[in-house]
């Protein structure tokens, strides 16, 4: 459904999936991430999976600080960027999540809180790493509840997070850098979205479980 797309096909699936996924999509156009990792290499840390197990079975990409593992696993800004550093240490390449909150969006801190998550995020990291870096802005109050940003509004949040990289790494590094909006994504609205100037393209959850409808969203602008 999707081999003929110029746009770039990425499937993230839990760790059971991994390697099974990874000899499926052999030879085709679709690249394997995992939904998370660890930020040590080893340590007494059961049930954990490092970025040397993830290189180990050659998964290319992995998410980091989704927002759900914000929410309900404690992770911080600090432990987000001590995972895009291992990512990194093991030739992964990292998709970080950032994104506010329903309370801090009607209090109007949209932008002072995804800049700051950007910025603490890619501390200490070089601008080649930058460069090799996926963001996906996915605005919290709109994950599963069906609620989208406004294709203006997400690119405005977007259009602040880049801008916050050409302060810190420059305009070449900030043009280099692959910004997604993620929330809500689905076959109806992929097409406005992805039109606009700053959106790169989606970090697309539930509606990436049904094939059709994803595929749709891979081919938006047939």
């Given amino acids: 459904m999707v081999k003929d797309t110029k746009n770039e096909v990425i499937l993230c699936v839990p760790y ?23 930020f040590e290499e080893s340590g007494a840390y059961t049930g954990e999976i490092s970025g040397k197990m993830l290189k180990a079975i050659n998964v290319e990409y992995v998410i980091i600080g989704h927002s759900e593992r914000r929410q309900y696993f404690g992770e911080t800004d600090e432990t987000v960027n ?84 050409v302060q810190i790494y420059g305009q070449t590094v900030a043009n280099s850098v692959i910004i997604q909006y993620g929330g809500s994504v689905k076959s109806t609205n992929a097409k406005e979205l992805f039109e606009m100037s700053d959106i790169d393209g989606g970090l697309v959850g539930g509606a990436s479980l049904k094939a059709e409808e994803f595929s749709k969203i891979v081919n938006f602008e047939k």
């Fill in 16 to 38: 059971t999936d991994l390697f099974y996924a990874l000899l499926t999509a052999q030879n085709t156009n679709i690249k394997i991430g995992a939904q998370n990792m660890h």
């Fill in 82 to 165: 001590k995972k895009v550093k291992a990512a990194f240490q093991y030739g992964l390449k990292p998709i970080i999540c950032v994104g506010e909150t329903e309370p801090q969006k009607e209090a109007g801190k949209t932008e002072t809180i995804i800049t700051e998550q950007t910025k603490l995020a890619l501390e200490g990291l070089t601008n080649q790493q930058v460069e090799n870096t996926i963001i996906a802005y996915e605005p919290i109050w709109a994950i599963g509840t069906g609620k989208t940003a406004t294709s203006q509004d997400a690119n405005n949040s977007i259009k602040a997070i880049r801008n916050k990289i």
